[in-house]
């Protein structure tokens, strides 16, 4: 879990907290304690492409 902290980092707030992350082949789905976040991987070998988004709890 603390690998994915760390790799969110740079979108999560100061307060968030990871609280579930899932993984399936490319994209992430996080749940922290303020918000949802999903992580499009569209290509292996470019994580500049990621595409995030968030819904609000």
């Known amino acids: 879990m603390e690998e ?3 790799d969110f980092a740079h ?3 100061s307060t968030e907290k990871i ?3 899932y993984k399936l082949i490319r ?3 996080i749940v922290t304690n303020k ?3 999903v992580r499009e991987g569209k290509l292996i070998f470019a ?3 990621l595409n995030y988004r ?3 709890l």
């Open 19 to 21: 609280q579930k992350a």
């Open 11 to 13: 979108v999560l707030a």
């Open 47 to 49: 994580p500049s492409m």
């Open 4 to 6: 994915v902290q760390k």
């Open 35 to 37: 918000r949802e976040y």
């Open 54 to 56: 968030h819904t609000g």
């Open 27 to 29: 994209d992430m789905f």
